[in-house]
């Protein structure tokens, strides 16, 4: 039991958002090895809520063109209207991070955007997966999802590639639903850019931290 939880806990401490890729597709039994271990992410009542769409290949190259040219800015699920206190303070934390490591000095706000736009290029990765939950089960279904997208992610890093889950994506929810064939009764939840990551590219040299228990648990008892 010791050696599993050993396992676990390396896939966590080495994972990382990956926003810098070779341009090497995954092999297609990969990327369904990928989703399998993904699909078996637990969910409430085991209703298995998420509905993905994968762009690979052509169909990667033209959504990166319609994002680049249609400004439709509409995303299902309404986003934060600002960060407070401690968020604000880890967001701005992570933010400068990646500012810093591509060379992004304070103050620089061509820069910064031209960083941020990056999200619809999905950071030049191979393949972007986009997750979707149904409208009819609300909160719960996109909490699902979000198991899910974490499932997604550690079965990447154990499987050696690199992954980085993006709100950004859905806030092109519009576009998103014409290319899939998604109607009303599904909502974007997120995407994920996911392909071999390059080591050398500078987004890929830093790692963000995690608050100490105190800060986030209570114990009672």
């Known amino acids: 039991m010791s050696d599993e939880i050993d396992v676990l806990e390396r896939l966590l401490a080495e994972r990382w958002s990956c926003r810098g890729y070779l341009d090497e597709p995954v092999e297609q039994a990969t990327i369904e090895r990928l989703l399998s271990a993904a699909q078996r992410t637990p969910s409430w009542c085991n209703t298995q809520p998420w509905e993905v769409g994968i762009f690979s290949g ?3 190259a033209d959504l990166r063109d319609v994002f680049a040219t249609d400004q439709r800015f509409t995303p299902d699920i309404a986003f934060p209207p600002g960060y407070e206190g401690v968020h604000a303070d880890r967001r701005r934390e992570s933010g400068w991070q990646l500012y810093e490591a591509v060379g992004v ?3 620089d706000r061509e820069g910064s955007a031209a960083q941020m736009m990056r999200n619809f290029d ?3 990765a191979p393949h972007v997966a ?5 409208t009819s089960l609300g909160v719960y279904g996109v ?3 979000g198991l899910y997208v974490q499932t997604f992610l550690l079965a990447a890093q154990a ?6 889950a993006q709100a950004a994506v859905a806030m092109k929810s519009e576009l998103l639903h014409e290319k899939l064939g998604w109607g009303d009764d599904r909502q974007v939840v997120c995407g994920i850019s996911f392909g071999h990551p390059d080591p050398a590219h500078p987004t890929n040299s830093y790692r963000t931290h995690r608050v100490a228990l105190e800060e986030s648990v209570t114990f009672l008892g």
Do not use: N, Q
């Open 130 to 134: 986009v997750v979707s939950a149904p």
């Open 159 to 164: 499987l050696g590639l690199g992954a980085v």
């Open 105 to 107: 000095a304070k103050g």
């Open 143 to 145: 909490v699902d999802c």
């Open 122 to 124: 999905f950071f030049g």
């Open 58 to 60: 052509d169909a990667i």
